[in-house]
Structure formats: structure tokens, C-alpha cells
């Protein structure tokens, strides 16, 4: 699988203010929605203008959070962002990644009358049940992509290889999701269907692991993976390469290393399907690159399929 990178854009804010951190991205009305894992908001891009989203509310007064103050910890740690229908309309589920009760809300985005109106739920009980589905334990969770497969939600635990966690996912009903999110369900009574783990293979000895996914009109996946060279889950450590990888029915199929951006890896965390066709595809790549002064980046890439 080739991968081709058509432009690179720096992510501000109409502020000027870098748009940090970024984790996810979903298309939202008539631009997309870029999620940024250390902040309570996100970012709506849409004709060349960046306006703020508040996702969760403020934590102990604080919208932005890092290591240097000491507030990493209090984060939300919003990962995943998948297009769903909710009542007969396109809609953005927004999930945290797990780890801590910080880390385990769900949100959905709507549009009502062209702005966003955002719901935010406590989804404890179910990450406990996809912490079982996976066997692994919750403290360990990190659910970092989501897409829509056929008539589910597969939701993508990246793991740390490294570390000997695999990736893995599970499946999901999305009407159902949006519901408990929405307060019409208990999170408890959502079902979690089809747990799988992935060998996405090794660069430099350091195992890929998943990071977000896509589904292509033919039913197979593209997924994002980086190689992060840490022993444990915990920690953070260099990512020494990145790759897309396409699954056909859940088997890796192909793997295509990303090239380098400025020469450096590109720890690309969300990606949006832009066209495809039996030959190519076209995708948005979001990059944190894991400094909150400096301003994540877009990547558009084409994939030879």
C-alpha cells in the first residue's frame, strides 16, 4: 500500500491559538470536527475559519491541561470521533479513551439550526464491560479510534504492543450509544459484541499499534498505527514510525509506512475518509505532535489501494 502526502496545514484557531493536541476528527455539518485530547473543546474547521466546540465542562476551573502544570491527570482525554445517525440525522460520537473516571464520557454533537448542541454522559459501566470483552484491565484501557462498519460501531483499543497488549476492538450498536449518551439508556445495558485482537506487525522491532480507523465503500478498514517504543502503558516514549494498515474482514491485508513530514514521524490519531474509489482512496490525517504550544497538524494523503 503506497501513501502519498498531497499537503500539510498547520491547525489554528481563528485566534490564532494552535489547535492542540489532536486525537480525532469527523466530519461535522459542512466542515469536520477535530477533537483535542488535553482540552475541554474542540475544533470546527469549515471554510477556512477554526471555531471552538465546548465538549465536557470546565475541570476544577481548567479548559486546558498538561504535564507541566501538573494537570495531565484532570484531562478527558477525548479519543475517538465517529459519524453516527441519531433521529434520521448525521450526528458526531465523541469517546474518552478509559484509564480513569476523567477519561470514560461520552458526548454527542448535533446540529440544531446549523449550530452544535452537545449531550455528555458517564460511561463507567461500559468501559468496565469492554475492559472484560478485551481482558484487559480498565486502568490499562486506551480506546483510540472508532469507525462505522456495515450496521455497528467497531471501537478500537490501541494497546501497546511493547508492552505485550495487543490492539484489539469491539463492537458496538451506534443507535444504542447515541442513546445512552442522550440519557435514554443505562451505559450498563449497552451490548459489546465481537472482541478481536491485531498483530499490525513491527517497525524497528517496536510493534504498530492502532490509533484510528476508517471504513472504505468495499467494507475493508484502514487503520492508523504507530509504533511507540515504551515498556509499559503508562508512559509515554518516542514514536519511531507510523503506517496505514488496511484490514479485509478484520485480517491485516496491507501495510503502508507514512512518509515523513519536515523529517519527522507523524503520530497521525484520527482520520476521515474524503472519496475512494476500487483504486484509491483519499483521507484527512490529524497529527498530534505532542507539544501544546505548537499547533497540530492535517495531513491529506492519498492511498494506493
Not at 105 to 126: N, S, T
Request: aromatic residues 2%.
Amino acid at each position: 500500500m503506497r501513501v502519498e502526502v498531497e499537503s500539510v496545514e498547520r491547525l489554528l484557531f481563528d485566534d490564532g491559538s494552535p489547535v492542540r493536541a489532536a486525537s480525532a476528527v469527523a466530519p461535522l455539518g459542512d466542515g469536520f470536527l477535530v477533537v483535542q485530547d488535553d482540552a475541554t473543546h474542540a475544533a470546527w474547521l469549515r471554510a477556512g475559519s477554526a471555531t471552538a466546540v465546548r465538549l465536557v465542562p470546565p475541570v476544577d476551573g481548567r479548559e486546558l491541561f498538561d504535564e507541566a502544570s501538573g494537570t495531565k491527570h484532570l484531562k478527558p482525554d477525548l479519543e475517538a470521533a465517529c459519524e453516527i445517525e441519531v433521529d434520521g440525522a448525521s450526528a458526531v460520537l465523541v469517546l474518552g479513551s478509559g484509564s480513569s473516571p476523567a477519561r470514560m464520557r461520552g458526548v454527542l454533537v448535533e446540529l440544531v439550526e446549523g449550530r452544535p448542541q452537545v449531550a455528555v454522559a458517564d460511561l463507567a459501566p461500559l468501559y468496565a464491560v469492554v475492559a472484560e470483552a478485551l481482558e484487559v484491565s480498565p486502568d490499562v484501557l486506551n480506546l483510540e479510534g472508532a469507525c462505522r462498519v456495515g450496521d455497528v460501531l467497531r471501537w478500537y483499543h490501541r494497546g501497546l504492543p511493547s508492552a505485550g497488549v495487543p490492539s484489539g476492538s469491539v463492537d458496538l450498536d451506534p443507535a444504542a450509544a447515541a442513546a445512552v449518551v442522550l440519557g435514554r439508556v443505562a451505559p450498563g445495558a449497552l451490548t459489546v459484541s465481537n472482541p478481536v485482537s491485531y498483530d499490525l506487525g513491527e517497525v524497528h522491532g517496536v510493534g504498530l499499534a492502532v490509533t484510528d480507523a476508517v471504513t472504505l465503500p468495499d467494507g475493508s478498514s484502514i487503520l492508523s498505527a504507530a509504533a511507540e517504543d515504551t515498556p509499559n502503558v503508562r508512559d509515554d516514549g518516542p514514536v519511531v514510525a507510523s503506517a496505514l494498515v488496511r484490514l479485509d474482514d478484520r485480517v491485516v491485508a496491507d501495510v503502508g509506512p507514512l512518509p515523513l513530514v519536515d523529517g519527522r514521524v507523524s503520530k497521525v490519531e484520527g482520520l476521515m475518509l474524503l472519496e475512494a474509489d476500487h483504486e484509491h482512496a483519499r483521507l484527512l490525517a490529524v497529527v498530534d505532535v505532542d507539544d501544546p504550544d505548537v499547533a497540530s497538524i492535517a495531513l491529506r494523503l492519498r492511498v494506493g489501494l
